[in-house]
């Protein structure tokens, strides 16, 4: 005959087992998230029909709501082999730079062309201070002279997460870099939630309440 004891333990397994599974899920979906920008969200409206100007369309906070402000970067529609989105992409001024608030991305990446085929020098810095620099092929002088290809992937990773990145051309000219899908991820090791804390707390009631049925029936 099964007895009280039996159907209490069993309730308990029960909990734990449910509990245990909505948990792992909540932690899974907590540890990463990506965030894409290919610019396309966005509508290039030129001031004049006729003569389209790069400095017509700049961008600052419009992806604020994803933890991204950008300085000297001006949005434009694409132009030959520079399309990876079927839309837009961003020219950079003489000192693009991209900017993480709030909690800060531990992976960046971007395609990155120039419009003048030289060298694209890209820094970025993370939380703790330390500085990762990185550039494209092209023209970068005569000792540093690689055959210049468009679209090619850039990326930074960082345990401590990335305050920024900044974008400047060999040649220093207003326009320098277009840019293009820029991806970053966020990895972060999550808090416990509250439903974590309410299985620890069942998890403890079932041992307690398992333990005083035991003692009553000795």
Not at 66 to 89: M, Q, R, T, V
Request: proline share 5%.
């Amino acid at each position: 005959m099964r007895t009280a004891s039996y159907f209490i333990i069993a309730a308990t397994r029960k909990t734990i087992v449910v509990f245990t599974a909505v948990c792992s899920m909540l932690v899974i979906a907590s540890t990463a998230q990506a965030v894409l920008i290919d610019f396309d969200d966005l509508v290039y409206i030129p001031s004049e029909s006729e003569f389209n100007c790069w400095c017509d369309h700049p961008i600052t906070n419009e992806y604020l709501s994803k933890g991204l402000l950008i300085n000297d970067g001006y949005l434009a529609e694409h132009f030959g082999s520079s399309a990876n989105s079927p839309s837009n992409y961003l020219i950079g001024g003489n000192s693009l730079q991209f900017s993480f608030v709030g909690n800060l991305p531990t992976a960046v990446g971007m395609y990155v062309s120039a419009f003048f085929e030289e060298a694209i020098y890209l820094t970025a810095v993370d939380a703790s201070g330390q500085v990762i620099q990185k550039k494209t092929s092209g023209w970068a002088g005569p000792f540093d002279d690689t055959p210049y290809e468009p679209n090619q992937f850039i990326s930074f990773t960082s345990p401590s997460g990335f305050t920024g990145v900044t974008v400047e051309g060999f040649y220093n000219m207003r326009t320098s870099a277009a840019i293009d899908n820029l991806t970053y991820e966020y990895s972060s090791v999550p808090e416990p939630s509250s439903f974590a804390l309410l299985f620890v707390g069942l998890l403890g009631l079932g041992c307690l309440r398992f333990r005083i049925i035991r003692a009553n029936e000795k």
